[in-house]
């Protein structure tokens, strides 16, 4: 079993920084694409970044600028650097990847996800 656990959530004021992490542990896997999503209160998930094996990113047009996606394939774990935070980035932060297996192939796991606020 492949899991994903988030991290570096907080509060934070606006223009401020933070790092979240998302770290994969299981067994005899690899790690294909990562992203990371986001739902607001009484909004819809939405894609933030994505990050593929090889390095490539995309990022919604609304962290443009604004957010760097990064991964350590030798250690499994994505970063999202998030600076001049702004109140509307507030949201659960979820990460995202595929993921394949000898056994299973290829399938999707969503981690727990981490609450970033920003307020003053």
């Known amino acids: 079993q492949v899991q994903l656990v988030e991290s570096g959530g907080g509060l934070v004021q606006p223009g401020g920084s933070l790092r979240l992490s998302c770290a994969a542990s299981?067994?005899?896997?690899?790690?294909?694409?990562v992203g990371w999503y986001r739902q607001a209160p009484g909004k819809e998930r939405e894609l933030v970044a994505t990050?593929?094996?090889?390095?490539?990113?995309n990022y919604a047009d609304s962290v443009k600028g604004r957010v760097s996606i990064s991964r350590d394939n030798a250690r499994n774990t994505v970063w999202l650097q998030m600076n001049s935070l702004k109140p509307e980035d507030t949201a659960a932060y979820y990460c995202?990847?595929?993921?394949?297996?000898?056994?299973?192939?290829?399938?999707?796991?969503w981690g727990q996800g981490t609450l970033v606020t920003v307020s003053s």
């Open positions: 995202n990847a595929g993921v394949r297996t000898l056994v299973r192939g290829n399938f999707e796991v």
């Open positions: 299981g067994r005899s896997f690899t790690l294909n694409t």
């Open positions: 990050i593929t094996s090889g390095g490539s990113t």
